[in-house]
C-alpha cells in the first residue's frame, strides 16, 4: 500500500505537524502522517473482511453479516491492541484461537451436511478461548514458580 500511494502521489519525508497534505511550490504533497492514517484505515478494512467467514459461520442474515463487519471497521483498531496484549499475557491463546478458526472452517464445510446449532457454536468457541487462557495461567504460574525454584549454581 505504501509503494502504491508513493507511485501516485508526491509525498514528503518530513512531518510537517498534525497535516496531512501541505503545499510547497505549488505543488501539493501528502505527509508521512496520512500514509499511517492510510496503513491502520487499511489494516482495518482486512481485518474486517478476514472476520466475514467467521460471522457466516454464526447466521447467514444479511443484516447481522453487514452490520457486524461495518462495527468491525469501526472498532477493530481498539480490539487489535486488546488481543495484542491479551496475546501478551496469555502465552496459550494463539492455540485456542487456531482452534476456534479449525472449528469454523469444519462448521462451514459441514454447513450442506448437519448446521451445527448457533448457542453450541458460541459454547464451543468461549469454552476454546477460555480454556487456553485459564491454561496459559496455570502454564505460566508453572514457569514462573519452576524459574524461582532453581538456583543458580556457585
Given amino acids: 500500500m505504501v509503494r502504491y500511494l508513493r507511485r501516485h502521489m508526491n509525498i514528503t ?12 511550490n505549488g505543488v501539493r504533497y501528502a505527509t ?6 492510510v496503513m491502520v484505515e487499511f489494516t482495518d478494512l482486512v481485518f474486517a473482511v ?5 460471522v457466516f459461520a454464526i447466521t447467514t442474515d444479511p443484516f447481522v453479516v453487514l452490520t457486524s463487519n461495518v462495527f468491525a471497521i469501526l472498532g477493530l483498531r481498539a480490539m487489535y491492541f486488546l488481543l495484542g496484549d491479551a496475546a ?5 491463546l494463539k492455540y485456542g484461537l487456531a482452534m476456534v ?24 468457541v468461549a469454552t476454546l ?3 487456553s487462557m485459564w491454561l496459559s495461567l496455570k502454564h505460566d504460574a508453572k514457569r514462573r514458580a519452576e524459574a524461582e ?5 556457585e
Fill in 13 to 24: 519525508t518530513r512531518f510537517h505537524g498534525e497535516q496531512f497534505f501541505i503545499v510547497e
Fill in 50 to 54: 478476514d472476520s466475514i467467514p467467521a
Fill in 149 to 153: 525454584s532453581l538456583t543458580p549454581e
Fill in 32 to 37: 508521512p502522517l496520512f500514509l499511517a492514517l
Fill in 88 to 92: 501478551d499475557r496469555f502465552s496459550l
Fill in 101 to 124: 478458526l479449525m472449528f469454523i472452517g469444519v462448521k462451514m464445510l459441514l454447513i450442506d451436511i448437519y448446521k451445527i446449532p448457533v448457542g453450541f457454536s458460541l459454547a464451543v
Fill in 129 to 131: 478461548i477460555g480454556a
